[in-house]
């Protein structure tokens, strides 16, 4: 993969490229926030997007390896609060994107895309409140309000929040220093400032209260480090591949586009990367996307953090021309 086809001054972000060898190929562009501000890098904080949905589903698969909680037990299980038509919804079906609840413009009130969620309190009472869009293990439909349940679950069986699940299960194990679940460090000197359309946006620090929806701030460094602990089954022994075994087969798309989906795991995508078969996660928030791949033929680990609302498909359309 040359990385040397990109141009240092006209996109924003961090590449991180890991071979078969574990040699690894760093790019950066653009600059923190502005011209005057520090140079992006592999220890610039971005907001990660569905990563955090991986994040999750290695998190469930753990407290299942506990005996804490199985995948194919009814959330009502432990959230006998939900309303009858949710409560017999299980785990894996909502961590495969199958349990017919739909995405974020299904929800009244809600746009297709979520730029300013409301409070946690108010987003769960308008998920829980949404009629079905599909009946349960039915149909794919990928689902942000679907991840939103799984963490409701999550603290429901520990007693705890989310993101102290998760730093006890992730990211202290794999050292991921520099990462979190549920805070907003917007304003921070190591945090990149989104932008859409070349100008900075106001990131709205809810999305660090709705689990799976971008709550995972992170850096290129720390993500490498989690794709290779997903490999080496450091977290939850074997467990792991599970997140990366299609469960359901995707429609097909553009075969010639840069990353073409056709199966689905728990939070992570099957299909190719640059040509190449991999398992991959796409982030996209708005002023933020990124990209967390493995091409298992060359045993190659990719990590993609942008503060650009274009960023990831810009820098793969040009290695794609690349070759």
Not at 98 to 108: L, N
Not at 145 to 165: D, I, K, N, Q, S
Not at 271 to 298: C, E, I, K
Request: with cysteine; aromatic share 6%.
């Amino acid at each position: 993969m040359d990385t040397d086809v990109l141009d240092r001054t006209d996109w924003s972000g961090s590449l991180l490229v890991s071979d078969a060898s574990g040699h690894v190929v760093a790019r950066s562009g653009g600059r923190v926030d502005g011209p005057d501000s520090a140079p992006c890098g592999p220890e610039t904080r971005f907001q990660a997007g569905s990563i955090s949905k991986s994040v999750m589903s290695v998190v469930v698969l753990d407290l299942e390896a506990r005996g804490a909680l199985r995948l194919d037990d009814p959330v009502g299980t432990w959230l006998p609060e939900l309303p009858g038509r949710l409560r017999a919804i299980t785990l894996r079906e909502l961590l495969g994107h199958t349990a017919g609840i739909g995405h974020w413009g299904d929800i009244s009130g809600l746009s297709p895309v979520l730029t300013d969620p409301p409070g946690r309190d108010a987003l769960v009472e308008a998920v829980l409140a949404a009629p079905p869009v599909d009946e349960p293990g039915r149909s794919w439909r990928y689902s942000g309000p679907g991840f939103l349940m799984v963490a409701l679950v999550v603290e429901a069986v520990t007693g705890r929040p989310y993101g102290a699940v998760a730093e006890e299960v992730v990211f202290a194990p794999v050292g991921m220093r520099a990462t979190t679940s549920g805070t907003c460090p917007v304003g921070d000197p190591d945090v990149a400032v989104g932008r859409v359309d070349g100008r900075p946006i106001a990131v709205a620090p809810g999305f660090a209260t709705i689990p799976g929806t971008g709550d995972v701030w992170t850096t290129a460094a720390d993500l490498l480090r989690y794709v290779r602990a997903l490999r080496s089954g450091i977290l939850t022994g074997a467990a792991t591949d599970r997140t990366w075994t299609p469960r359901v087969t995707l429609p097909r798309s553009d075969q010639d586009a840069p990353t073409v989906a056709s199966g689905y795991g728990y939070g992570t995508f099957t299909g190719r990367v640059l040509g190449q078969d991999a398992w991959f996660v796409p982030g996209d928030n708005p002023g933020y996307q990124s990209l967390l791949a493995h091409l298992p033929g060359t045993s190659t680990d990719v990590v993609l953090l942008t503060n650009e609302a274009d960023g990831v498909q810009r820098v793969l359309g040009r290695l794609a021309a690349a070759g």
